[in-house]
């Protein structure tokens, strides 16, 4: 299948078994995904080179089920933006139309899978990075509770953000995935000890009977062409047995703010490992060591990674730490707090996962603000901890629009017979 699209920036071809649940599956792995002998470069000139010892757990266990890796996937820079575009190995494209960006970070895994260069793909989603691209390449995505899949072997970015996730062309192929990868690894910390449901029994048990939450800012920050979709949509989940109620939930207007600072600061802590001494890019003959350090930083990371690096570090520094990072911690418990309460009365959460169809190339580089207010939907269940997924819904002038849905902590079954039944429709 050729990569016309530009999703795959290294090659592979690995398989070590032809049975298993996976046997026939051709797989894309995200560029921040640690595969042995075969560079991960996180999108990103500092790690062109870098080919690591060891596999993530997640590549365990997607070879044990018997399937083939074909290639890692373009991203933006270390997960850092929500176009594809900030990579330092050029922009992927969207497969539904070319002049438009596949969403990010993971757009070269989404856009592999809607191109059929993959059947499935592996992403990561810090704060919308699975769910974002999938929107806007036409397919599931789903971002797990936190701890659900093992981090192990994933470049960190925000550590306490991110997870592994799946992508498909449809929700059966992300339930198998996730089934796959799901599950407790003593070499992560931060891995629940929970042992995968039956994901793909859940498929059929549709929504009858759930309530569904519909909050009033995420719908209504929506553009008018999106939310339109979107209603049409919810209409059918009423015709298939759901009640739906409208939901104010007054924290989330403080969620890309609080996201931003927490993502920015972690990015600050986790990168500052890229010196050019121990791996990764290095300027020769640069000077002294502060020298050496500067300048292989500034020639290492793009645009996006230093301002974000630069912001942490502001918000992590001496008398700023309690005015910014404290503050978006406190903002964090809050929109943790009013999921609780929402939960109390809803079962599902559901808003258009992004609230605006897909951009045209270059326009991400003329307003960055605006890029991050894009990510208003998907960033809450980050800051949460909370599984949430991207299915595709009525499009708009022939480009893609999602659904997503937010449930509680471990209710994957849920959210799966949830997208299920809109993919039905």
């Not at 074909?70 to 969207?94: L, R, V, Y």
């Not at 707090?337 to 605006?356: N, R």
Request: glycine content about 10%; aromatic content about 6%.
């Amino acid at each position: 299948m050729s990569d016309s699209h530009d999703s795959l920036v290294t090659g592979m071809d690995r398989q070590e078994r032809t049975d298993g649940p996976l046997a026939g599956y051709t797989v894309a792995v995200k560029d921040n995904i640690s595969t042995a002998g075969v560079r991960t470069t996180c999108g990103s000139a500092m790690l062109a080179d870098y080919i690591p010892p060891y596999d993530a757990t997640v590549i365990e266990r997607v070879l044990a089920a018997g399937g083939r890796l074909i290639g890692k996937t373009n991203m933006d820079e270390f997960g850092m933006g929500s176009t594809t575009e900030t990579s330092a190995f050029g922009p992927t494209t969207n497969p539904h139309a070319p002049d438009y960006v596949p969403g990010g970070s993971s757009g070269g895994s989404a856009a592999a899978v809607a191109a059929g260069v993959a059947d499935i793909a592996l992403g990561s989603d810090t704060g919308g990075s699975i769910r974002n691209p999938a929107a806007f390449c036409g397919v599931v995505g789903l971002k797990p509770t936190y701890g659900l899949v093992s981090r192990y072997g994933l470049v960190a970015y925000g550590h306490s953000l991110e997870q592994i996730g799946p992508i498909g062309r449809t929700v059966a192929d992300v339930a198998r995935l996730l089934a796959v990868i799901a599950g407790p690894d003593d070499r992560d910390a931060t891995c629940l000890d929970e042992e995968p449901a039956a994901y793909d029994a859940a498929l059929d048990r549709g929504v009858d009977g759930l309530t569904i939450g519909l909050p009033t800012s995420l719908v209504g920050g929506s553009d008018p062409e999106v939310r339109t979709s979107f209603r049409a949509t919810v209409a059918d989940l009423e015709a298939a047995g759901a009640n739906t109620v409208e939901l104010e939930l007054a924290s989330l207007k403080h969620a890309v703010a609080a996201y931003y600072v927490i993502a920015m600061s972690e990015a600050s802590s986790n990168l500052a490992r890229y010196d050019g001494v121990r791996y990764g890019h290095r300027v020769p003959d640069a000077g002294d060591w502060n020298e050496s350090f500067a300048t292989t930083r500034r020639a290492g990371f793009g645009d996006e990674v230093t301002r974000r690096i630069l912001l942490g570090t502001f918000a992590l520094s001496a008398g700023y730490h309690d005015k910014y990072y404290q503050q978006a911690q406190d903002a964090r418990r809050w929109i943790g707090q009013d999921f609780d309460a929402a939960f109390d009365e809803v079962d599902l959460i559901a808003s258009p996962t992004m609230p605006t169809l897909p951009f045209e190339l270059g326009a991400a580089e003329r307003d960055p603000l605006e890029l991050y207010l894009a990510d208003a939907n998907t960033v809450p269940a980050n800051l949460a901890t909370l599984p949430a997924i991207s299915v595709p819904i009525d499009p708009v002038d022939d480009l893609p629009v999602g659904l997503q849905f937010v449930g509680p902590a471990l209710s994957e079954p849920r959210l799966l017979a949830a997208a299920a039944t809109v993919e039905r429709r």
